[in-house]
């Protein structure tokens, strides 16, 4: 049987790369997306230097556009088995300051972009009864910080997109998985971009927001994942290879870092606490019998 053949959007820098590599070099087949081959010269390089393709797509697009260059880009190797919908992007800032542009901006490349792609390979998939969907979420798509309302709204849509999809295609041998990584040392946070909306002086200083935007310019180069260990756990749970291999078919969500693990437990908690608050109050709610 030949190579499994992996399209992973994002491969410019980060996890994208880190995983377009880790792929590489496991002997399988991978087609990268960057939105300019010009300006990610350095990662298209060194990711063809090792056999891999590299396509262009902005995945702000039109959904006609990006059904077209994924169903060309299923062409060079006759099929996709694995699709990783890992790019994407962080606008900062208090929720009352967003625009309109960034609002939009963020949902077309965070969850649009990954839907059309989606879209895009599940009928192949769906006709060999065969093949993955990784969509890279984020700890921030269970946990959602201050200032970062946008992102985390983006991202709880993918993560509910993903559900659905899992049990809609399950029965015709296509898995989906959830990545939720914490804070791992890509240049993610130093992309981020803080909201262009008029923040109001209220939330300067020691109020939540200002304290988390203190925070991500603090941790920005020094946060404590270490991005090859993610990725050979990611290729491990889809390829069913290594120490985490038995979990293939297996998860609807990975989490990945001490922190991320630590944040949804204490969300799941949070969640538990307001069931069994609201438990009493909540039910017995259908009409009273005649």
């Known amino acids: 049987m030949s190579a499994p053949v992996w399209l992973i959007t994002g491969v410019s820098n980060g996890l994208g790369r880190a995983l377009g590599l880790r792929v590489l070099k496991a002997g399988h087949n991978v087609i990268g997306t960057v939105r300019s081959r010009t300006k990610a010269a350095e990662a298209v390089n060194e990711i063809e230097s090792l056999k ?3 396509i262009e ?3 702000r697009e039109p959904q006609s556009s990006i059904h077209q260059k994924l169903k060309a880009a299923e062409s060079i190797f006759g099929r996709i088995d694995v699709l990783v919908n890992n ?3 962080s606008v900062l800032g208090p929720i009352e300051g967003f625009t309109e542009k960034e609002a939009v901006n963020q949902m077309q490349t965070n969850f649009f972009g990954p ?7 599940l009928p192949g998939m769906r ?7 990784v969509n890279v979420s984020s700890v921030g798509g269970m946990d959602a910080l201050p200032t970062s309302g946008l992102y985390a709204s ?15 295609v399950g029965e015709f041998g296509v898995s989906i998985l959830i990545v939720e990584p914490g804070a791992f040392r890509t240049k ?3 992309a981020m971009e803080p909201s262009d909306g008029r923040m109001s002086e209220t939330y300067h200083g020691d109020t939540e927001v200002g304290r988390v935007m203190k925070k991500f310019e603090e941790m920005t180069g020094k946060q404590p994942g270490d991005p090859d260990k993610a990725v050979d756990r990611i290729f491990e749970v889809v390829a069913g290879e290594g120490p985490a291999g ?18 949804i437990k204490t969300k799941v908690e949070r969640v538990e606490k307001d069931l069994e608050a609201s438990w009493d109050l909540a039910s017995n709610l259908g009409f009273d019998s005649n």
Request: charge should be positive; avoid cysteine; proline fraction near 2%.
């Open 52 to 54: 891999g393709k590299i």
């Open 57 to 59: 797509i902005d995945l």
């Open 87 to 89: 790019a994407g992007f």
């Open 115 to 121: 839907l059309y792609a989606m879209q895009a390979v």
């Open 127 to 133: 006709a060999r009864q065969s093949g993955t969907i």
């Open 154 to 168: 983006s991202k709880f849509a993918l993560e509910g997109l993903s559900e659905s999809l899992a049990r809609e």
């Open 188 to 190: 993610f946070l130093n």
């Open 246 to 263: 038995h979990l293939k078919g297996k998860l609807l969500r990975l989490p990945l870092g001490d922190d991320a693990l630590q944040r």
